[in-house]
């Protein structure tokens, strides 16, 4: 479906179009050490374990296990991987420079319905030779996942493309996000204030907000990512479409009365 060829469409326009994220027509690994992928994967698997780690925390475990890093080094590579440690923070609201500001809708809300909250949040994905980076849109009340997107960038085309997506199964009365710079760029915002969806936005470093997409996170990587060891990112897709749709279609949630997302969704 898409032609290398063609002059008058860009490629990232086509891969828009067909709703394809760049990642799966071509990738070029990420430019780090082995010594840096095998760290990046150890701080990945210890912060899902423990996502109140900070940097020296991490830096104390990685010594542990007999790594000489530096806290620099490891402050480095946990940006790298969009890691912060979980906990209430000074001027946790500032947003990113020249992006709106939306307000948190949440507070106090009963979520009692499919369609009425969707968040959104990215995670890091190791690779045996590199890593991804994906995105997923979650109903709250059914912990449905309505669209996912990997890529080899925090460029935000991957996250428009996911929003789209989600946009064609349904229409949420509000989303909400962090203020990453993914969410707060007017590309994304606009489409959202176009479908006459209400924005909310949490501040930085807040435990609750995106509480179910963290917990989506956690399960997803034990249950299917560090399981497989994923060399390349075809695999890797195919993979993660597979298991995304055992995890609506087939795994019970203790927290729906033991029912499948889907079953909650589209009841």
């Not at 997107?149 to 929003?163: H, K």
């Not at 199964?169 to 479908?195: H, K």
Request: aromatic share 12%; hydrophobic share 35%; with cysteine.
């Amino acid at each position: 479906m898409i032609d290398r060829g063609l002059v008058s469409v860009s490629i990232r326009r086509q891969c828009e179009l067909v709703g394809l994220s760049r990642s799966s027509l071509y990738y070029q690994p990420a430019g780090e050490s082995e010594e840096n992928l095998l760290l990046m994967r150890l701080i990945d698997r210890q912060y899902t374990r423990t996502p109140f780690y900070g940097w020296p925390r991490m830096t104390a475990y990685l010594r542990r296990e007999g790594y000489e890093v530096n806290p620099k080094r490891v402050r480095r590579l946990m940006t790298l991987t969009g890691l912060q440690a979980i906990y209430p923070k000074r001027k946790t609201s500032v947003a990113t420079p020249g992006h709106k500001q939306y307000p948190y809708l949440l507070r106090g809300l009963r979520i009692d319905r499919p369609c009425q909250v969707w968040s959104s949040d990215i995670t890091y994905v190791p690779l045996r030779g590199g890593f991804m980076y994906l995105v997923a849109i979650m109903d709250w009340f059914s912990r449905y996942v309505l669209a996912w997107q990997l890529s080899n960038t925090l460029d935000g085309l991957f996250c428009r493309v996911a929003l789209r997506q989600a946009l064609e199964r349904g229409v949420p009365a509000i989303f909400n996000t962090d203020q990453g710079a993914q969410f707060t760029a007017e590309e994304f915002t606009s489409i959202l204030e176009g479908a006459g969806v209400r924005i909310s936005m949490d501040g930085r470093g807040r435990a609750m907000d995106n509480v179910f997409v963290e917990r989506l996170w956690r399960t997803v990587k034990y249950e299917h990512i560090y399981l497989m060891d994923y060399a390349q990112v075809p695999e890797l897709e195919a993979g993660l479409h597979g298991y995304f749709q055992f995890y609506n279609q087939e795994r019970p949630h203790q927290s729906l009365g033991y029912r499948t997302p889907a079953e909650v969704h589209h009841a």
